[in-house]
């Protein structure tokens, strides 16, 4: 990758992945993009385009100004938003998605595409979710997902297109909050141990999802793209996982550190029967054959990380 432009790059993933970027490639060589305007922060760290992914005139444009090779497309509408406005996330999932891959085929892009545990659903198998297994989501951002997903195999299989792509766990990080995710209590629960030493959890104590810390996820992203084209067998997406906790393992963990944080749970039906219909486990063996995928953080590290992190961010 020498020439990279991230969409949607304000978002929690792009503002952590547009400085790592920054850091490896050279400042200039990150093209951040995104709907509206960043703090001022943000565009001192490198180039900046106002970019509306639904304007695939738009993304050629920029494409062409900057000789972009690499686009990493993250700009998209997450599971629990989705399901409050089905209509706009399939418009913004799927329009966005199929105006990038058409600006990657005419100008001989690499395009990377982020999948997650959404794009399985209750049929699925829980435990060591395998790679390639039923896919029937219950959710419009599940179902956007998949139909992602098949996109980037197609474009793979008809174009020759470079596609290449994670399924994301929950991301844990203390930079950008989520906004609009079923996992976002994985979030907000070190937070508010560090503000209030207190979490009202909206998905129930027993509820066991696959996680991850975002240096990790980050780690993935550049060591995909990176990888020797000849040695990805999946161009759909790639199974990978860190630790799979509930928010009772994650409230215990902070009380390691913070002995009086309590957490109580007002379970929010929607976010909670969404949380139910995705895995607990993914079987990561196919990134850990093809690109030598593997995670560092567990999570007794993370939270050590995380709550050292929040503290110093408010202070
Ligand atoms: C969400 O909760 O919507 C996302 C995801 C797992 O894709 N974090």
Same mark, same amino acid.
């Given at each position: 990758?020498?020439?990279?432009?991230?969409?949607?790059?304000? /978002?929690?993933?792009?503002?952590? +992945?547009?400085? @790592?970027?920054?850091?490896?490639?050279?400042? /200039?060589?990150?093209?951040?993009?995104?709907?509206?305007?960043?703090? $001022?922060?943000?565009?001192?760290?490198?180039?900046?385009?106002?970019?509306?992914?639904?304007?695939?005139?738009?993304?050629?444009?920029?494409?062409?100004?900057?000789?972009?090779?690499?686009?990493?497309?993250?700009?998209?509408?997450?599971?629990?938003?989705?399901?409050?406005?089905? +209509?706009?996330?399939?418009? +913004?999932?799927?329009?966005? +998605?199929?105006?990038?891959?058409?600006?990657?085929?005419?100008? =001989?892009?690499?395009?990377?595409?982020?999948?997650?545990?959404?794009?399985?659903?209750?049929?699925?198998?829980?435990?060591?979710?395998?790679?390639?297994?039923?896919?029937?989501?219950?959710?419009?951002?599940?179902?956007?997902?998949?139909? /992602?997903?098949?996109?980037?195999?197609?474009?793979?299989?008809?174009?020759?297109?470079?596609?290449?792509?994670?399924?994301?766990?929950?991301?844990?990080?203390?930079?950008?909050?989520?906004?609009?995710?079923?996992?976002?209590?994985?979030? =907000?629960?070190?937070? =508010?141990?560090?503000?209030? @030493?207190?979490?009202?959890?909206?998905?129930?104590?027993?509820?066991?999802?696959?996680?991850?810390?975002?240096?990790?996820?980050? $780690?993935?992203?550049?060591?995909?793209?990176?990888?020797?084209?000849?040695?990805?067998?999946?161009?759909?997406?790639?199974?990978?996982?860190?630790?799979?906790?509930?928010?009772?393992?994650?409230?215990?963990?902070?009380?390691?550190?913070?002995?009086?944080?309590?957490?109580?749970?007002?379970?929010?039906?929607?976010?909670?029967?969404?949380?139910?219909?995705?895995?607990?486990?993914?079987?990561?063996?196919?990134?850990?054959?093809?690109? /030598?995928?593997?995670?560092?953080?567990?999570?007794?590290?993370?939270? @050590?990380?995380?709550?050292?992190?929040?503290?110093?961010?408010?202070?």
């Amino acid at each position: 990758m020498k020439k990279i432009l991230v969409t949607g790059s304000l /978002g929690q993933i792009g503002s952590e +992945l547009v400085l @790592k970027l920054r850091r490896e490639y050279g400042k /200039g060589s990150v093209i951040a993009s995104d709907i509206r305007r960043p703090s $001022n922060h943000f565009v001192e760290s490198g180039p900046f385009e106002i970019v509306d992914v639904m304007d695939g005139t738009r993304v050629v444009e920029v494409v062409k100004k900057y000789e972009v090779d690499s686009i990493i497309h993250l700009a998209a509408l997450l599971s629990a938003l989705a399901e409050t406005k089905p +209509l706009q996330a399939w418009n +913004l999932n799927m329009g966005g +998605l199929i105006n990038v891959l058409e600006a990657a085929r005419e100008l =001989e892009l690499k395009v990377f595409v982020p999948s997650s545990i959404s794009a399985f659903g209750p049929g699925t198998p829980k435990w060591r979710t395998p790679q390639i297994t039923i896919q029937r989501p219950s959710t419009m951002y599940g179902i956007n997902k998949v139909a /992602g997903e098949l996109l980037c195999d197609y474009y793979f299989h008809k174009y020759g297109l470079d596609t290449r792509g994670v399924r994301f766990p929950g991301l844990i990080s203390y930079g950008a909050p989520p906004g609009g995710g079923t996992t976002d209590y994985a979030v =907000e629960i070190y937070s =508010e141990a560090i503000r209030k @030493k207190s979490y009202t959890c909206f998905v129930s104590q027993e509820t066991c999802l696959d996680m991850m810390y975002m240096p990790d996820a980050l $780690n993935a992203v550049v060591h995909l793209m990176e990888a020797d084209p000849g040695t990805l067998t999946c161009r759909n997406s790639y199974n990978i996982t860190a630790m799979s906790v509930t928010p009772e393992d994650i409230a215990n963990e902070i009380k390691r550190h913070i002995p009086s944080f309590v957490i109580d749970y007002k379970i929010d039906p929607v976010r909670q029967s969404i949380a139910d219909s995705w895995p607990s486990s993914l079987d990561d063996s196919a990134a850990r054959q093809d690109w /030598g995928f593997n995670a560092e953080f567990d999570l007794v590290e993370m939270t @050590k990380d995380m709550l050292e992190k929040v503290k110093k961010k408010r202070s």
